[in-house]
């Protein structure tokens, strides 16, 4: 359910003319059991639109060209980033909306496992919906690995099976057989679909089976989608967006 304590005319209007996406995402929202509140019909549009964002990362990121490997075998531009023994530093001197960006020009120069891929997208995310200026300040000195992530980027995990798109969710593997393949992170995208780094875009019973043939020789215990999913915090970021 969709609360506005202070609706605006104006972007009220602007809610009547959502793209199909974008209609999908406030659908979801509105129709949850979970309760949405805004303070303002603004901060309700720029969670659209950043979730939208989210899911438009991720398809990027799918066609950019960057590998799927554990951090043994990972890599990342060297022009931008440092490898450290927590993940990959920015170098000083660089700007953080180019190093993001460099990801999905130059994707054959980088490689990294899912979790590390749902925090790019987020990155990327919110780098396409605030000012350029506020990005760069808000995450100079960036680190990135698995979940390591600026304080500023705002992720929220929650416990629940009501997922929006442009939400994270986990499946998990028990009975891995490497490590890596211990389950998959991935955006929801939608109309039942979901995008996770190493698999690709699938149902949730594609991502379970596709997991199931990378168990340990003779497992029976499936994975499965954990209920819980991780977001980010749209009302903190709202106040550098783009407007």
């Known amino acids: 359910m969709i609360i506005i304590r202070f609706p605006d005319v104006a972007s009220g209007q602007t809610l009547q003319n959502l793209s199909g996406k974008q209609k999908e995402i406030y659908d979801q929202l509105d129709n949850s059991l979970t309760m949405f ?41 060297p022009i931008y980033w440092t490898k450290v023994p927590s993940g990959y530093l920015l170098k000083p ?30 990155y990327k995310a ?46 998990m593997n028990p009975d891995f057989d490497k490590p890596i393949w211990r389950g998959e ?11 996770g780094h190493g698999i690709g875009i699938g149902t949730a019973e594609e991502m379970i089976n596709a997991l199931n043939t990378l168990r340990k020789k003779g497992s029976t215990t499936s994975a499965f989608m954990l209920q819980q999913h ?14």
Request: with cysteine.
């Open 185 to 195: 992170n991935a955006v929801v995208l939608g109309n039942g679909l979901y995008y």
């Open 37 to 77: 509140e805004y303070d303002t019909t603004f901060q309700l549009l720029f969670e659209i639109k950043l979730r939208e964002n989210v899911i438009e990362a991720a398809l990027r990121l799918k066609d950019s060209g960057a590998a799927f490997t554990s951090f043994k075998y990972s890599k990342f531009n």
């Open 230 to 243: 991780s977001r980010l915090n749209f009302k903190y970021l709202s106040q550098f967006s783009k407007r």
């Open 93 to 122: 001197n660089v700007i953080p909306s180019e190093a993001i960006t460099d990801i999905y020009e130059n994707g054959q120069e980088y490689a990294f496992e899912c979790s590390t891929a749902m925090v790019i997208i987020f």
């Open 126 to 171: 919110v780098l396409d919906s605030i000012r350029l200026s506020d990005f760069n300040y808000l995450f100079r000195g960036l680190l990135v690995w698995n979940w390591n992530y600026d304080p500023d980027l705002a992720i929220i995990t929650l416990e629940g099976s009501e997922f929006i798109p442009g939400d994270v969710v986990y499946f």
